[in-house]
């Protein structure tokens, strides 16, 4: 038993050293050794190291890594050891917000008297110490943030929360004079305000922190001399566990996008994402950084048209006043590659009519796809009665445009999906992959644009691929180059769907070189 002195200089050391105080006296829930003391691995004392010394943090984590548990001892601490302290605790429910705080309570518990304060109030969201400090933990909802008036804000699984912009931007004011915030999740693809806010703290455009861990680090799932006692113990279970089998072991019991999203943290590849991640990670590693500019930067351009190619414009037409995105895409229909890109939320419609008729005849009088649902309507009578461009695609009634229907809609991002998938297009824009990065299913099956962001070049890009295969079927194209007229290859994904496939003239692409030879 502590005498008064020593217990005053261990009170003194575990104010001033969390690390300290939650290695030897808090203690957790194993998920198979029970109760025992939080002793922190080195990647843990580094993640409380970061809270100490950073106002604002956030951490990419993997699973079981003990993040939350790290975060509910850092709340437990401060309540301890400050005074009219708030902690708010954001959880995405109800039954995640009452663990937290049950975890809470029972480290609080199973403190030595000495070290407790006394309680003031406890129910089911709410722990007050007589130091005059509250921890509240609550789930996330339309007004947690504008309630809650906190000194400290901690966010788990942030990635996950619906309504975490308008959760930050409602607490941010509270803690922005003097406050610290925590943020912590496993990942959930591109596109949500968890991965923007952690690539821009990566590349030092924000106030946070990053703070990223590896599941490698973690001396329970890989090897660490250091923990061989460890090692032993886990062999010794019941049954026993081999450290050297951890990976192969859990791999082989989920899914391989499970992986990726709880213990490899890879954005890419994580998330309800309509397009596989690892398709489109392979695109974005070969986009064009340079391209010329026009339009006050609204239209990007990577190569300029050439005499002897035909090229495509597929459009996505809105209403050019500062909400949904009006977008082309121009591709060369030799070799599939995308040369050109509009983007605009503030262009209006005969605007960008006259925009599309311009490009098109500079770009070798290019055929035009736009859908003629609503909007789209104005778009094509612009071009085609006032403009006078008449190189318009015309669907099967030889109607012009794409009428998009709720059955034909799931067929045109069916054919857009694989056409990525097999190499068919070559895109040259960071911005219309990260676009695709961001196109989901959402809970109810739908796919379409993450909360919050767009999906007019990926809806443009569906179009391209639609009328770009309608035209391979029905129109002869000659690929030819002026030096020597020297004929080329045509993409793989070219060939392999129009070999020896008729067109509504019931001749195949070998009658058609037989005719031009």
Known sequence: MLENEEIVAEFKKCRSDPTYFLCKYIMVTHPVRGLVNF???????????????????????????????????????????????TIVIISKGDVESTEVLERIKLMYDSLPEWLKPGIIEDNKHTLKL???????????????????????????????????ESIWAAVYPIISTGGKAFVLSTVNGIGNWFYDTYTRALEGESSFNAIDIVWREHPEYERNDSYEFLYKEMLERSPPSDIDQWEKTTRSNMPRKQWLQEYECDFLGTGDTYFDGEVLTEIKENVQEEYGIK???????????????????????????????????????????????????????????????????????????????????????????????????????????????????????????????????????????????????????????ERGKFDDLVISLALAVHAYKSILDTTPIEHMDKAGMREKTILPGIIASQRGKPNKLGMTKEDYKWLMS
């Open 295 to 449: 339009y006050n930067n609204k239209m990007r351009v990577w190569k300029d048209p050439e005499p002897f190619y035909e090229y495509l414009i597929a459009a996505d037409v809105a209403l050019g006043r500062g909400r949904d995105y009006s977008a082309f895409h121009i591709f060369n229909m030799y070799n599939g590659e995308q040369v050109a890109e509009f983007y605009s939320n503030k262009t209006p419609i005969n605007e960008f009519a006259e925009i599309i008729a311009y490009e098109a005849r500079l770009y070798n009088t290019a055929h035009v796809i736009s859908e003629r649902n609503t909007i789209g309507n104005n778009l094509i009578d612009w071009l085609f009665n006032v403009l006078e461009y008449d190189n318009l695609w015309l669907d099967e009634t030889n109607t012009i445009g794409f009428q998009t229907t709720a059955k034909n809609r799931d067929v045109l991002l069916a054919d857009l999906e694989e056409a990525l998938r097999t190499g068919f297009l070559k895109i040259n824009s960071e911005r219309t992959v990260n676009e695709l990065f961001m196109f989901i299913v959402s809970e109810g099956g739908k796919a379409q644009a």
């Open 39 to 85: 002793e922190l691995y080195p990647f843990q004392k580094r993640i409380v190291s970061n809270l100490v010394t950073n106002r604002f943090n956030i951490l990419r984590k993997f699973r079981q890594a003990g993040c939350t548990t790290i975060a509910s001892a850092w709340a437990l601490w401060t309540a301890v050891f400050q005074k009219h302290k």
């Open 130 to 164: 007589k130091t005059s400090s509250t921890i509240r933990s609550r789930a996330s909802g339309k007004q947690s943030g504008r309630s809650l008036a906190g000194s400290i804000l901690i966010i788990d699984e942030a990635a996950f929360i619906d309504n975490i």
